[in-house]
C-alpha cells in the first residue's frame, strides 16, 4: 500500500480528492494532509509518503517550494501538481524543479484521476521490484539503512525476499540475533533560539554520529529513521542486552552534554530474538516513547518503555474542568488568568501522565471552542483566523511545550483582538447586545446572561450598554418588559398573573412595583384608563 499526501489550501478540493476514488482499492492510502507547502512538508517529514499531490499556488510557500525542498532529499517519492488550464506556467515550473506529472483541478471529478494513479502505481512497482535501481540513487549506506526501516514499517515488519536481501546487503542480520527499538530525542537544555536552523541541523548530525560511533564500538548493527530532533533505531546483535544498551545510551548523554550543552531521552525495548515479535513490539514502542512527549526539560532521561503508562481521561471531563475558565479569561481580557490556567493544565499533564493524544484532543477541540466563542472578533484577522493550520499544528508537536506556546501565542492575539475590537467598534457590540434583548427579553435573562452570549465582561458591558444608551440594563430591560405588558392588558382578557408571567417576570409584587415606577399607575390605574378611553 503506497501511502499519499495531499497538499491543496482549499478544503472542498482535498476533500474531493481523498474521496473521488477508492484510494486502497488501487493500492493507495492518504495519510496526511496539508493546507500549504509549509505544512505539507512537515507532514512529508512526519509520514515520507510515497506520493504527493500538490496544488500550486498556496499561501505561505507554495508548491514549488515544496517540491524543491522535497527533491533536495528525496529523488524517489512521485510528485503531482494540481493546476487550471490557465496556469501551464506553473505547472512547467514545477516539472522542472522535480515534479514528476501535473493534474488538471478539471479532471479531480472524472475517471483521469483514477488512470493517472494507476500507471503511477505500475512505475512504482516496477521501481519497488528493482532494488538495484532504487539503491544506485541512495547516496550513502546511512540513506539506504533509512530507507530499508521506512520499507519495513511499511510492510508492518513482514519480512520477505527482498528485504531480507537488502539487509544482508548492508550487513544487517535477521537471524541468530538479537533486537530491541530505542527512540532517542534531543533534549536543549539552552534556548535554541540562539541557533540557526543550519546550526541546529549540523549539530543533530553530529548527534547522531555519536550515537552510530557507539553501536559500531559494540558491534550493533542499525537501521534507523529520523524525525527533526529525534531518532528511531531498530538494533541487532548476538551480544545485544538491557545493561550494553544502558551503557550505550548513557555514554551518548555524556558525550552530548559535553560538546553540545544539550542532554538525550530515551526509550528502549527488551531485548528480544524471534523476528515474529518485531510488530508487536514496535507498536506498544511507539505507544509508550510518546512518554518523550513530557520529557524536554529534563537533564536527561532513559527507561524501558515497560516501566511507562499512561492515564486515560476522558476528554469531556478536560472540557469541563477547563474550556469556560479559559474562555471566561480571554472575554475578560485577562492574559494572566490565562497563563495560569495553561500552567494548571500543563501540570496537570504532565504529573498525571496523560496520554499525549488525548492532550493533543484536548487542545485542539479548546482551539475550536476559542474560535466558536469568538469568530465575531478574529473573522476579518488573516493571521489567527486558520482553525485549521492550529490543529495541524498541535497534530505534529513533539512535546507538551510546544503545545502550550502555540495555545499561549494564540490566546494573547485573540485578546489583543478582542481589545482592538472592543475600542473601535464597541457600537457593533452593543448593537449585538440590543438585538439579543430584544430576542430574549421576556426570558430570564441578566446582565451576566448577555455578557456571557456575547463574550463580553460584565464590567465593560454595563459600561458600553449605559453610554450607548444612556440608560443601564436592568431599566433597558424593565421598559421592555412592562411595555409588552401594557399591549397585553389593553389587547387581551388574561389575569394578571397570566400578564406579568408572559412579560417575562416571576413576582406579582415586583412586577406591580416596577409597572408604577415607570408608568406612573397602578396595573390597575392604567387597565381602567384605557378602557375608559376606549368607551369614549
Given at each position: 500500500?503506497y501511502?499519499?499526501?495531499?497538499?491543496d489550501?482549499?478544503?472542498?478540493?482535498r476533500v474531493?480528492?481523498?474521496?473521488?476514488?477508492d484510494?486502497?482499492a488501487n493500492?493507495?492510502?492518504v495519510?496526511a494532509e496539508a493546507?500549504n507547502?509549509?505544512?505539507?512538508?512537515?507532514q512529508?517529514?512526519?509520514?515520507?509518503p510515497?506520493?504527493?499531490?500538490?496544488?500550486?499556488?498556496?499561501?505561505?510557500?507554495?508548491?514549488?517550494w515544496?517540491?524543491?525542498e522535497?527533491?533536495?532529499?528525496?529523488h524517489?517519492?512521485k510528485?503531482?501538481?494540481?493546476?487550471?488550464y490557465?496556469e501551464f506556467?506553473y505547472?512547467r515550473?514545477?516539472?522542472?524543479?522535480g515534479?514528476?506529472?501535473?493534474?488538471?483541478k478539471?479532471?479531480?471529478e472524472?475517471e483521469?484521476?483514477v488512470?493517472?494513479?494507476?500507471?503511477?502505481?505500475k512505475?512504482?512497482?516496477?521501481?519497488?521490484?528493482?532494488?538495484?535501481?532504487k539503491d544506485k540513487v541512495l547516496?550513502?549506506?546511512n540513506d539506504?539503512?533509512?530507507s530499508?526501516?521506512?520499507d519495513?514499517?511499511?510492510s508492518s515488519?513482514q519480512?520477505?525476499?527482498?528485504l531480507?536481501e537488502r539487509?544482508?546487503g548492508?550487513?544487517?542480520?535477521?537471524v541468530?540475533t538479537?533486537?530491541?527499538f530505542?527512540?532517542?530525542?534531543?533534549?536543549d537544555?539552552?534556548d535554541e533560539m540562539?541557533l540557526?536552523?543550519?546550526?541546529i541541523?549540523?549539530r543533530?548530525?553530529a548527534?547522531?554520529?555519536i550515537?552510530l560511533d557507539l553501536?559500531a564500538?559494540?558491534?550493533?548493527d542499525?537501521i534507523?529513521?529520523?524525525?527533526?530532533?529525534?531518532?528511531?533505531f531498530?538494533l541487532?546483535?548476538?551480544?545485544?542486552n538491557?545493561t550494553?544498551?544502558k551503557?550505550i545510551?548513557s555514554n551518548?548523554?555524556?558525550s552530548?552534554?559535553q560538546y553540545?550543552?544539550?542532554?538525550?531521552?530515551?526509550?528502549?525495548?527488551?531485548?528480544f530474538?524471534d523476528?515474529q515479535?518485531t510488530?508487536?513490539?514496535y507498536?506498544t514502542f511507539?505507544e509508550?516513547?510518546?512518554?518523550?512527549?513530557?520529557?524536554y526539560?529534563?537533564?536527561?532521561?532513559?527507561t524501558?518503555?515497560?516501566?511507562?503508562?499512561?492515564s486515560?481521561?476522558?476528554v469531556?471531563?478536560?472540557?469541563?474542568e477547563?474550556?469556560k475558565?479559559?474562555?471566561?479569561a480571554?472575554?475578560?481580557?485577562?492574559l494572566?488568568?490565562?497563563?495560569?490556567l495553561?500552567h494548571?493544565m500543563?501540570c496537570y499533564?504532565e504529573?498525571?501522565n496523560?496520554?499525549?493524544?488525548?492532550?493533543?484532543i484536548?487542545?485542539?477541540?479548546?482551539i475550536g471552542d476559542?474560535?466558536s466563542s469568538?469568530?465575531l472578533f478574529i473573522e476579518?484577522?488573516?493571521?489567527i483566523n486558520?482553525?485549521?493550520?492550529?490543529?495541524?499544528q498541535i497534530?505534529?508537536?513533539?512535546?507538551?511545550r510546544?503545545?502550550?506556546?502555540l495555545?499561549?501565542?494564540?490566546t494573547?492575539?485573540?485578546?489583543i483582538v478582542i481589545?482592538?475590537?472592543r475600542y473601535t467598534?464597541s457600537?457593533l457590540?452593543?448593537n449585538?447586545?440590543l438585538?439579543y434583548i430584544d430576542?430574549?427579553y421576556?426570558?430570564?435573562?441578566s446582565?451576566?446572561?448577555?455578557?456571557?452570549k456575547l463574550?463580553l465582561?460584565?464590567?465593560y458591558l454595563?459600561?458600553?450598554?449605559?453610554k450607548?444608551t444612556?440608560?443601564?440594563?436592568?431599566l433597558y430591560?424593565n421598559?421592555?418588559?412592562?411595555?409588552k405588558?401594557?399591549?397585553?392588558?389593553v389587547e387581551?382578557?388574561g389575569r394578571i398573573k397570566?400578564?406579568?408571567e408572559?412579560?417575562?417576570?416571576?413576582?406579582q409584587?415586583?412586577f406591580?412595583?416596577?409597572?408604577k415606577k415607570?408608568?406612573g399607575?397602578?396595573?390597575?390605574?392604567y387597565k381602567?384608563?384605557?378602557?375608559?378611553?376606549?368607551?369614549?
Amino acid at each position: 500500500m503506497y501511502k499519499v499526501l495531499i497538499v491543496d489550501d482549499e478544503l472542498l478540493v482535498r476533500v474531493g480528492l481523498k474521496t473521488t476514488i477508492d484510494w486502497e482499492a488501487n493500492g493507495f492510502k492518504v495519510v496526511a494532509e496539508a493546507s500549504n507547502g509549509e505544512q505539507g512538508y512537515e507532514q512529508y517529514k512526519k509520514h515520507m509518503p510515497d506520493v504527493i499531490i500538490t496544488d500550486i499556488k498556496m499561501p505561505k510557500k507554495d508548491g514549488l517550494w515544496l517540491v524543491e525542498e522535497v527533491r533536495k532529499e528525496d529523488h524517489h517519492a512521485k510528485i503531482l501538481v494540481l493546476t487550471c488550464y490557465d496556469e501551464f506556467s506553473y505547472a512547467r515550473k514545477a516539472l522542472k524543479v522535480g515534479a514528476d506529472d501535473y493534474i488538471l483541478k478539471s479532471e479531480i471529478e472524472d475517471e483521469d484521476l483514477v488512470a493517472t494513479m494507476q500507471a503511477l502505481k505500475k512505475k512504482m512497482d516496477i521501481d519497488h521490484k528493482n532494488k538495484d535501481i532504487k539503491d544506485k540513487v541512495l547516496t550513502s549506506k546511512n540513506d539506504i539503512k533509512r530507507s530499508i526501516f521506512t520499507d519495513m514499517i511499511k510492510s508492518s515488519f513482514q519480512i520477505d525476499a527482498n528485504l531480507t536481501e537488502r539487509c544482508a546487503g548492508i550487513e544487517f542480520p535477521l537471524v541468530n540475533t538479537k533486537f530491541a527499538f530505542a527512540s532517542i530525542a534531543i533534549n536543549d537544555t539552552l534556548d535554541e533560539m540562539h541557533l540557526e536552523r543550519n546550526q541546529i541541523k549540523q549539530r543533530n548530525h553530529a548527534i547522531r554520529n555519536i550515537l552510530l560511533d557507539l553501536y559500531a564500538e559494540r558491534s550493533v548493527d542499525y537501521i534507523y529513521s529520523h524525525q527533526t530532533k529525534r531518532y528511531v533505531f531498530f538494533l541487532s546483535s548476538q551480544t545485544l542486552n538491557e545493561t550494553e544498551l544502558k551503557r550505550i545510551f548513557s555514554n551518548a548523554i555524556n558525550s552530548v552534554r559535553q560538546y553540545f550543552d544539550c542532554s538525550l531521552n530515551v526509550v528502549y525495548t527488551d531485548v528480544f530474538d524471534d523476528m515474529q515479535k518485531t510488530l508487536g513490539v514496535y507498536k506498544t514502542f511507539i505507544e509508550k516513547a510518546q512518554v518523550l512527549f513530557y520529557k524536554y526539560e529534563t537533564s536527561y532521561f532513559i527507561t524501558n518503555m515497560n516501566s511507562i503508562s499512561f492515564s486515560e481521561p476522558k476528554v469531556f471531563n478536560l472540557e469541563k474542568e477547563y474550556n469556560k475558565l479559559f474562555i471566561e479569561a480571554i472575554g475578560q481580557e485577562s492574559l494572566d488568568r490565562a497563563k495560569e490556567l495553561l500552567h494548571e493544565m500543563s501540570c496537570y499533564f504532565e504529573q498525571s501522565n496523560v496520554n499525549p493524544m488525548i492532550v493533543k484532543i484536548f487542545t485542539a477541540k479548546l482551539i475550536g471552542d476559542i474560535f466558536s466563542s469568538y469568530g465575531l472578533f478574529i473573522e476579518n484577522n488573516q493571521e489567527i483566523n486558520n482553525n485549521e493550520y492550529y490543529h495541524q499544528q498541535i497534530e505534529i508537536s513533539e512535546n507538551l511545550r510546544g503545545i502550550m506556546y502555540l495555545l499561549m501565542d494564540f490566546t494573547s492575539k485573540v485578546i489583543i483582538v478582542i481589545q482592538q475590537m472592543r475600542y473601535t467598534n464597541s457600537k457593533l457590540l452593543i448593537n449585538r447586545a440590543l438585538h439579543y434583548i430584544d430576542q430574549h427579553y421576556d426570558e430570564k435573562i441578566s446582565l451576566e446572561d448577555v455578557a456571557q452570549k456575547l463574550h463580553l465582561s460584565k464590567n465593560y458591558l454595563c459600561n458600553a450598554f449605559k453610554k450607548a444608551t444612556g440608560e443601564n440594563m436592568s431599566l433597558y430591560i424593565n421598559k421592555l418588559r412592562i411595555e409588552k405588558a401594557k399591549r397585553l392588558l389593553v389587547e387581551s382578557d388574561g389575569r394578571i398573573k397570566e400578564i406579568f408571567e408572559e412579560a417575562g417576570y416571576s413576582n406579582q409584587q415586583y412586577f406591580s412595583k416596577v409597572f408604577k415606577k415607570i408608568t406612573g399607575m397602578t396595573v390597575m390605574e392604567y387597565k381602567e384608563s384605557k378602557n375608559l378611553k376606549n368607551k369614549n
